[in-house]
């Protein structure tokens, strides 16, 4: 991280070389002031910038070293460890499952299982419709029972 040592000191510098200035008779009337918060302010502006510029990157990193490592700790895992380890998430499974079930329990009570009764209900039957063959035929039987 030299380079980025050597541009805040160079502005370090700049900003000192211009409060020398100030000194001076000469620039007394002169805005330095104002130039020297332009350039804090440069400085400010520029160390954000190289900062999210490097915070991005070490985060990439990050990332990648952190799944060449993931990578390494299954290569050396003992198969016994991981059943141990299962077994355990299961148990912690378990235990979120019935705390979650209890909360819900208790937020909406089951309604009363209710036995049918025994009363019956009033069904309507079907109604028999006579077409015109049904007509013909009972007049049929009529004739011939006459």
């Known amino acids: ?5 050597l541009l805040n000191r160079s502005f370090d510098t700049t900003i ?4 020398q200035l100030q000194r ?5 009337n002169a805005e330095l002031p104002v130039l020297m918060n332009r350039l804090e302010c440069l400085r400010s502006e520029t160390n954000e910038v190289l900062f999210e510029n490097m915070q991005d990157y070490e985060h990439d990193e990050a990332f990648r070293f952190g799944q060449l490592v993931g990578q390494w700790e299954k290569s050396v895992r003992n198969p016994n460890e991981l059943y141990l380890q ?3 998430n299961r148990a912690e499974i378990e235990a979120k499952i019935s705390e979650l079930q209890a909360a819900l329990d208790l937020q ?14 009033s069904k309507r039957r079907p109604v028999k419709r006579r077409t015109a063959k049904s007509q013909s035929l009972k007049r049929q039987s009529e004739e011939t029972e006459e």
């Open 1 to 5: 991280m030299k380079p980025f040592y």
């Open 16 to 19: 000192h070389a211009v409060e």
């Open 24 to 28: 001076l008779e000469f620039f007394e």
């Open 86 to 88: 299962a077994n355990e």
């Open 108 to 121: 909406s009570p089951k309604p009363l299982k209710q036995k049918p009764s025994k009363l019956r209900t």
